[in-house]
């Protein structure tokens, strides 16, 4: 039987280390390299913060499953016992260029019920935290119920690339909510657009292709607000699956698929 509370004492502490460690890399040269492309980075940080994570998790938890944007954790086809979904720098490219707005983001499982969800944002020591059924904390304050907003008065986040030719979404969909919306907005790191949506700084936040550490804590938190996570064509997230990933507030969800993406 897992121990709830005395994980989540663990996990924060280990959020804390691994964020003090981050912030003191500043001072320090990073080594950056590519993966898929030459705009898709990682760094030394990247991978040095996820095998601590993997490191203390495999110590203190033999049996949890876990999986990590950089490799470090187990290949995984089910969600069974407890499983850490991690992205140990969510907003790399941030990291690395701006050193502000971008986060750890780790959302814990257990079986298929998403339990626990952690979002850091490392430069501000803002740490948004869910556990389902008990509510969304910023820093040990919680966050009130999300209430719905019409279109006309909703900050979007969105990447401007979906309003240009790309590979996943006619360009021509979103842009009349681009044009309606209050204002758009794009921060460069799911995790820190789902934590600001889950704290009232933004309203809802469209993206084509994310991978299940980009949203897994994020997930947990705006549920436990009573935001709505789905796909863009409005289905439930797979969290080991890679998809477009669709976040807002009540009804605003609701009114953007139909009258936008639905149309
Ligand atoms: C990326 C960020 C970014 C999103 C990308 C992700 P990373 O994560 O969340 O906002 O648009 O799709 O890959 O690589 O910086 O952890
Ligand atoms: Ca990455
Ligand atoms: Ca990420
Ligand atoms: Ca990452």
């Known amino acids: 039987m897992t121990n709830w509370i005395e994980l989540d004492q663990n996990v924060r502490s280990w959020i804390k280390e691994a964020g003090e460690r981050i912030r003191t890399s500043f001072d320090s040269e990073l080594s950056i390299k590519t993966k898929s492309n030459r705009n898709d980075l990682v760094t030394d940080m990247d991978e040095a913060t996820e095998k601590y994570f993997t490191e203390a998790i495999r110590h203190t938890y033999p049996d949890h499953q876990i999986m990590g944007e950089e490799g470090f954790g187990d290949d995984l086809h089910t969600l069974e016992g407890v499983t850490w979904i991690i992205d140990p720098i969510d907003g790399t490219m941030n990291f690395v260029h701006q050193q ?43 966050l009130p119920e999300l209430e719905a907003v019409p279109v006309e008065d909703a900050i979007v986040a969105l990447n401007a690339l979906w309003v240009t030719d790309n590979k996943r979404i006619d360009p021509s969909v979103l842009g009349p909510l681009v044009q309606r919306a209050r204002g758009i907005r794009s921060y460069g790191s799911a995790a820190i657009e789902m934590a600001y949506i889950a704290a009232g700084r933004l309203d809802a936040y469209l993206t084509m292709r994310l991978a299940p550490w980009d949203f897994a804590a994020g997930k947990i938190l705006i549920e436990e607000v009573g935001g709505v996570v789905t796909d863009l064509e ?30």
């Open 100 to 142: 502000r707005n971008f986060a750890i983001s780790i959302g814990i499982y257990d079986g298929a019920v998403g339990k626990l969800g952690y979002i850091y944002d490392v430069v501000h020591d803002e740490l948004y935290f869910a556990s389902k059924g008990e509510g969304a904390f910023m820093n040990g304050q919680r």
């Open 234 to 263: 409005g289905n439930e997230l797979d969290p080991l699956k890679k998809s477009s990933v669709f976040v807002g507030k009540p009804e605003l969800h609701q009114t953007i698929l139909n009258t936008y993406i639905k149309k």
